[in-house]
């Protein structure tokens, strides 16, 4: 069994990080193009299950079909509501070749939706069809990579709780390669510029159409070679880098524009999660408080197990 709050680490673990990444573009066209658009792109996340990253049930004529990438088992499987079950190993195959066998596997299951295309939000996006190159694997480590993922679920899951205006579910989104979780203040926001590598502005702009306070998590890359948390708001409110920000580890990455805490800090605190939650409700303040959000209206307290929020209580206090 892997220990919770696994040790990450970018540097060594990057080649297969990158294949990771590379097959999960490849499973993210299905439902790109099986499931009507919904706001903010999220119908395309990947959710983090306990054996791995699945997507959500896209439609076909013979019902509902869902992809798992199967991390304890490193395999890729497509079940259907006709009872269709089936897979293929991960193996470190090229792209190419990944693509080939879930195309087939798809259409075995009988769902028809094209996946060809290249990958988004990467600075070199070779189609899938073209890109044979040896690809890094191991077994190990993408067990390990979930877990991370499964803890910081867990701990964005429970932050989820606290708000009660629109929230985002905790999802991977498999273009950027992160896990992010996302409040809504209510209002639209400025025109967002766009910029991101293959990926369409009109996209972009969806997503941030209305005003943020967004946190994840990722891997490495991006100019923070490790992996880290990251919160930002957007549009910035003034003055947003000065803010006070927890845990001490934290810090404001000027590059990026997003405040950032390391994952290897989080690790080897006394209570990760605890340390988590106060980076996300700081951060989060953070922006809330820059941009005049109304908190009152927003807020509620954290859930409890089996307890639900008592509005009464609320109402007369």
């Given at each position: ?7 990450l ?16 573009q ?12 919904c ?12 054996r ?16 798992m990438v ?10 259907t ?5 089936d897979?293929?190993?991960?193996t470190?195959?090229s ?25 988004n939000?990467?600075?070199?996006a070779?189609?899938?069809?073209k890109d044979r ?6 077994e190990a480590?993408l ?7 499964s ?6 899951e ?10 985002s579910?905790?999802?991977l ?11 809504f ?10 910029g991101?590598?293959n ?5 972009t ?10 946190a994840?998590?990722?891997?490495g ?9 990251y ?43 605890a ?8 951060s ?8 005049a ?25």
């Amino acid at each position: 069994m892997t220990e919770r709050w696994p040790k990450l680490d970018f540097e060594a673990d990057r080649p297969v990080i990158e294949s990771l990444h590379a097959y999960l573009q490849v499973v993210g066209k299905l439902p790109t193009r099986a499931l009507p658009w919904c706001n903010h792109s999220w119908h395309v996340a990947l959710r983090v299950v306990p054996r791995g990253f699945r997507s959500y049930p896209v439609f076909f004529p013979g019902g509902e079909a869902e992809i798992m990438v199967d991390c304890l088992s490193s395999a890729v499987a497509v079940e259907t509501s006709s009872g269709f079950a089936d897979g293929f190993e991960i193996t470190g195959q090229s792209v190419a070749r990944f693509h080939e066998q879930l195309a087939a596997l798809l259409s075995l299951a009988g769902v028809d939706t094209d996946i060809s295309g290249a990958p988004n939000e990467v600075e070199e996006a070779i189609p899938f069809a073209k890109d044979r190159r040896e690809r890094a694997w191991d077994e190990a480590l993408l067990s390990r990579i979930h877990r991370a993922f499964s803890d910081v679920n867990r701990v964005f899951e429970t932050f989820r709780t606290g708000f009660v205006g629109k929230s985002s579910p905790s999802h991977l989104f498999w273009g950027s390669f992160d896990l992010a979780v996302t409040r809504f203040s209510g209002r639209e926001a400025p025109l967002h510029p766009g910029g991101f590598p293959n990926l369409s502005d009109a996209v972009t702009r969806e997503a941030y159409s209305h005003e943020v306070a967004s946190a994840g998590f990722w891997l490495g890359g991006g100019g923070v070679d490790e992996a880290a948390f990251y919160a930002y708001g957007y549009p910035t409110p003034d003055g947003l880098a000065d803010s006070p920000i927890e845990p001490d580890a934290a810090y404001w990455h000027g590059d990026l524009g997003e405040f950032v805490l390391p994952y290897a800090a989080l690790r080897e605190s006394a209570d990760p999660e605890a340390a988590l939650l106060r980076f996300l409700e700081s951060s989060y303040a953070a922006v809330a408080k820059g941009a005049a959000w109304e908190r009152a209206m927003l807020e509620i307290p954290r859930g409890g197990f089996g307890e639900p929020y008592d509005v009464a209580a609320r109402r007369d206090g």
